[in-house]
T-cell receptor, first 110, second 115 residues
Framework: GIQVEQSPPDLILQEGANSTLRCNFSDSVNNLQWFHQNPWGQLINLFYIPSGTKQNGRLSATTVATERYSLLYISSSQTTDSGVYFCAALPQTGANNLFFGTGTRLTVIP | DAGVIQSPRHEVTEMGQEVTLRCKPISGHNSLFWYRQTMMRGLELLIYFNNNVPIDDSGMPEDRFSAKMPNASFSTLKIQPSEPRDSAVYFC?????????????FGQGTRLTVV
């Protein structure tokens, strides 16, 4: 299956700071999603972004499919942003399911 | 829509017992996935259904695991007999169309503890 790598593995931010999370994938993709797993374990959809740029409030994401990476931007971070951020990719050929990265654990301190 | 609904949210069982996890996908979605999340292996696919038919079960660990989808609105994942190493969070997800090409949505998960 496709390899999905996320960086950094851990990130600690002061409230109000900005951050960029990166997701690299090894093959061409038909789907790329970002999720936030909150402290209660729920997987919350952030972006469905196989290519291009999207914004939703303080969050935005960009996928450069030709270079096989995606970025998640968090601006003016809040304590409620804490949790684990996962990137998941569906390869163009072969499997029909999302493959997940190992996540970036974000801690926002007041 | 209520989203993907899983039950139970938490399950504690003794080794050797049968465990059944349940999932109701989002109405209109015809792809359903069961994933397992552990500290060691992260999130990994167990099985994928399309139009109620199992398409890829290569992630099912062993014969102790079985999954069914008797209709478009219900799926079960059964472990018999359960073992302590099965302890994990089990997620169900659904999407429209074929496989994961469309946006997938996850349920709240079932946290299984086998003692």
């Amino acid at each position: 299956g496709i390899q999905v790598e996320q960086s950094p593995p851990d990130l600690i931010l002061q409230e109000g700071a900005n951050s960029t999370l990166r997701c690299n994938f090894s093959d061409s993709v038909n789907n790329l999603q970002w999720f936030h797993q909150n402290p209660w374990g729920q997987l919350i959809n952030l972006f469905y972004i196989p290519s291009g740029t999207k914004q939703n409030g303080r969050l935005s994401a960009t996928t450069v499919a030709t270079e096989r990476y995606s970025l998640l931007y968090i601006s003016s971070s809040q304590t409620t942003d804490s949790g684990v951020y996962f990137c998941a990719a569906l390869p163009q050929t072969g499997a029909n399911n999302l493959f997940f990265g190992t996540g970036t654990r974000l801690t926002v301190i007041p | 829509d209520a989203g993907v609904i899983q039950s139970p949210r938490h399950e504690v069982t003794e080794m050797g017992q049968e465990v059944t996890l349940r999932c109701k996908p989002i109405s209109g979605h015809n792809s359903l996935f069961w994933y397992r999340q552990t500290m060691m292996r992260g999130l990994e696919l167990l099985i994928y259904f399309n139009n109620n038919v199992p398409i890829d079960d290569s992630g099912m660990p062993e014969d102790r695991f079985s999954a069914k989808m008797p209709n478009a609105s219900f799926s079960t994942l059964k472990i018999q007999p359960s073992e302590p190493r099965d302890s994990a969070v089990y997620f169900c997800a659904s999407s429209k169309g074929l496989g994961g090409r469309a946006e997938a949505f996850f349920g709240q998960g079932t946290r299984l503890t086998v003692v």
